[in-house]
């Protein structure tokens, strides 16, 4: 029995046992170490969503972030070309998405102003108190910058993610583009109200 219990110990307690057995026949008893062994865990990783998916084309999404971020230099917009530098300018302005209305897109109509209709150089925005108003129109697409003096006389446009309508006239004054090809959507726009009396009638 203690021969067993020996092999179990370590040497040098069982040579300390040894002699504590020869002096007064001690069994040393065996000493068990306990060991834990982890079962192995498996380690599941979420499933990366898939790359490479399209944003989404709605206007309620895209377009929202084009009216609050704008161009990613928007600088570009607010610096005038040399012939617009002694403009004085209110602090009121519009930006965001352009569309285009009037001739020869859509036929000509009225507009809220009283005195213009859609055939004129003109553009629109959502606000009534800044009719025939004069702005700065700057129009920025395809990394180029372009600008005239406008102003307003209607309301809108009627879409409300978009910010400036700009009649068919003024694509062609401001652009020399005609407004068939108008990149609707794709043409960022900003109108800074100009210090001043209104357009005279």
Same mark, same amino acid.
């Given at each position: 029995m203690s021969e067993t219990i020996f092999r179990k %110990?370590?040497?040098?307690v069982r040579r300390r046992a040894a002699v504590l057995g020869a002096a007064g026949s001690i069994a040393v008893p065996?000493?068990?170490? *306990?060991?834990?062994? /982890?079962?192995?865990?498996e380690v599941r990783h979420a499933q990366a969503p898939a790359t490479g998916t399209l944003p989404s084309s709605s206007p309620s999404t895209n377009s929202l972030a084009w009216q609050t971020k704008g161009p990613k230099h928007p600088d570009k917009l607010l610096k !005038?070309?040399?012939?617009?530098?002694?403009?004085?300018?209110?602090?009121?302005?519009? !930006? +965001?998405?352009?569309?285009?209305? #009037?001739?020869?897109?859509?036929?000509v109509g009225p507009t809220a102003d009283q005195r213009s209709n859609t055939g004129d150089a003109c553009i629109a925005i959502r606000n009534d108190s800044t009719l025939?108003?004069?702005?700065?129109?700057?129009?920025?697409?395809?990394?180029? !910058?372009?600008?005239?003096?406008?102003?307003?006389?209607?309301? #809108?446009?009627?879409?409300?993610?978009?910010?400036?309508? %700009?009649? #068919?006239? /003024? %694509?062609?004054?401001?652009?020399?583009?005609? *407004?068939?090809?108008?990149?609707?959507?794709? *043409?960022? +726009?900003? *109108?800074?109200?100009?210090? #001043?009396? !209104? %357009?005279?009638?």
């Open positions: %110990v370590n040497p040098d065996a000493v068990a170490v *306990a060991t834990t062994v /982890e079962p192995k865990r !005038k070309l040399p012939r617009y530098s002694n403009l004085s300018f209110t602090g009121y302005e519009v !930006k +965001g998405q352009t569309s285009t209305f #009037g001739p020869p897109t859509d036929g025939d108003h004069k702005f700065l129109l700057t129009i920025l697409y395809n990394h180029r !910058k372009y600008q005239d003096i406008t102003y307003q006389c209607d309301y #809108g446009p009627g879409i409300t993610w978009r910010a400036i309508d %700009v009649t #068919g006239a /003024e %694509v062609k004054q401001v652009l020399h583009m005609d *407004a068939n090809n108008y990149p609707t959507d794709h *043409a960022y +726009g900003i *109108a800074q109200e100009i210090r #001043g009396p !209104k %357009v005279q009638p």
